[in-house]
């Protein structure tokens, strides 16, 4: 949106309110005030600076937003079944575990259901069963069922129950 488009739209918006008069004339002429204000600020260099300025930040939200969206997109019970496997080819791998649990909180409930979080969580628990002497793996157990606890909940908060629980789980696989 350029600079006269946007003078343009400021001096809508304050004829739109000043006529209708959403909370009162009062209201609307102050808010056409405002517009006219903005609208002859956008008319100087520093305005069109501001503007230049305030788009270029807007584009990289819409990138950062683009970007993230796509990467939501891939995360599925396929594509985190063949994250595991690596984890069970590498189980000493902190990156993956760290990719995994980040992975995890980006997913939508959708994808992973109640039902579905408990699957993963098992998975979580039974890599590190088969390998009890990796003590990241304690870590990623413990960060694998408080995303899991907190998709349970109702509130999404895990409770000092469920932390004793996944404390639990963790000791009895571990020997």
């Given at each position: 949106m350029?600079?006269?488009?946007?003078?343009?739209?400021?001096?809508?918006?304050?004829?739109?309110?000043?006529?209708m008069?959403v909370?009162?004339?009062?209201?609307?002429?102050?808010?056409?005030g405002?517009?006219?204000?903005f609208?002859?600020?956008?008319?100087?260099?520093?305005?069109?600076?501001?503007?230049?300025?305030y788009?270029?930040?807007?584009?990289?939200?819409?990138?950062?937003?683009?970007?993230?969206?796509?990467?939501?997109?891939?995360?599925?019970?396929?594509?985190?079944?063949?994250?595991?496997?690596?984890?069970?080819?590498?189980?000493?791998?902190?990156d993956?575990?760290?990719?995994?649990?980040?992975?995890?909180?980006?997913?939508?409930?959708?994808?992973?259901?109640?039902?579905?979080?408990?699957?993963?969580?098992?998975?979580?628990?039974?890599?590190?069963?088969?390998?009890?002497?990796?003590?990241?793996?304690?870590?990623?157990?413990?960060?694998?069922?408080?995303?899991?606890?907190?998709?349970?909940?109702?509130?999404?908060?895990?409770?000092?129950?469920?932390?004793?629980?996944?404390?639990?789980?963790?000791?009895?696989?571990?020997?």
């Amino acid at each position: 949106m350029n600079g006269e488009t946007l003078r343009f739209t400021a001096l809508g918006a304050a004829v739109f309110f000043g006529i209708m008069g959403v909370s009162g004339w009062t209201s609307g002429i102050l808010l056409a005030g405002l517009c006219f204000f903005f609208w002859c600020y956008t008319a100087t260099s520093a305005g069109q600076a501001f503007l230049k300025e305030y788009s270029k930040r807007t584009e990289e939200r819409r990138r950062e937003f683009e970007k993230l969206h796509a990467e939501r997109n891939k995360i599925n019970p396929q594509y985190m079944s063949q994250l595991f496997n690596q984890l069970d080819a590498a189980p000493g791998d902190s990156d993956l575990c760290e990719e995994i649990i980040r992975l995890l909180h980006l997913s939508h409930p959708m994808i992973f259901p109640k039902e579905r979080t408990r699957e993963v969580y098992d998975r979580a628990l039974k890599v590190l069963e088969e390998n009890s002497e990796i003590t990241n793996l304690k870590a990623f157990c413990l960060n694998v069922g408080r995303w899991h606890c907190g998709r349970v909940r109702a509130s999404g908060h895990v409770t000092i129950y469920d932390e004793q629980a996944i404390q639990n789980d963790i000791s009895v696989r571990v020997k």
